[in-house]
């Protein structure tokens, strides 16, 4: 089974600033299958990325996602007010769906 | 629009039962595989279970399997997750969510807003 370690925990950053957030997997995953969610408080995750780098229906191109092989990355160029909330990557593997702990963005 | 809808969480007893359900709008509810997703209060999300789409194959997370069944009746649109045996540790917020497939790999593009599950004496 593989394990996604996202980094870092909390990320204090500002409106309009950069952010970089990571999700390792323990073993090298399979032709970037690999997504992202946002979680914002109290409400259902949505789904940002799949396919490492493919961007879902509706999400702003401020979203990107990198990576391959057991490095992947989720940026976004400038954060909104709204883009406060925590990420999780995911990836499928022998009939399992397995979630990083996942990175809080906070103010 | 694509539309989710959990019912059926509560508060239960440790060892008792609860039948979740989900209906479904909005797409063609017999073409998807379906999950369920739960996320422990302050926690991460842990993907609980899923079902293929004419229901004859179903996955489980190990934590849950020979206590929750998950089920589906694409007559009505609807998802069940059956549990028994439930554990303080099952107390969560449970997503339905609809799972898409790009290649061969699966994901989660539309996700309803959760029914809380509590199991406390």
């Known amino acids: 089974e593989i394990v996604l370690t996202q980094s870092p925990g909390t990320l204090s950053l500002s409106p309009g600033e950069r952010a970089t957030l990571s999700c390792r997997a323990s073993q090298s995953v399979s032709s970037s299958y690999l997504a992202w969610y946002q979680q914002r408080p109290g409400q259902a995750p949505r789904l940002l990325i799949y396919?490492?780098?493919s961007r879902a229906t509706d999400i702003p191109d401020r979203f990107s996602g990198s990576g391959s092989g057991t490095d992947f990355t989720l940026t976004i160029s400038r954060l909104e007010p709204e883009d406060f909330a925590v990420y999780y990557c995911?990836?499928?593997?022998?009939?399992?769906?397995?979630f990083g702990q996942g990175t809080k963005v906070e103010i | 629009e694509v539309q989710l809808v959990e019912s059926g969480g509560g508060l239960v007893q440790p060892g008792g039962s609860l039948r979740l359900s989900c209906a479904a709008s909005g797409f063609t509810f017999s073409g998807f595989w379906m999950s369920w997703v739960r996320q422990a209060p302050g926690k991460g999300l842990e993907w609980v279970a899923s079902i293929k789409q004419d229901g004859s194959d179903n996955y489980y997370v190990d934590s849950v399997k020979g206590r929750f069944t998950i089920s589906r009746d694409n007559a009505k649109n609807s998802l069940y997750l059956q549990m028994n045996s439930l554990r303080a540790e099952d107390t969560a917020v449970y997503y339905c969510?609809?799972?898409?497939?790009?290649?061969?790999?699966?994901?989660?593009?539309?996700w309803g807003q959760g029914t809380l599950v509590t199991v406390s004496s």
């Open positions: 969510a609809r799972v898409r497939r790009w290649l061969q790999f699966y994901y989660f593009d539309y």
């Open positions: 396919g490492a780098s």
């Open positions: 995911q990836h499928y593997g022998s009939s399992a769906w397995t």
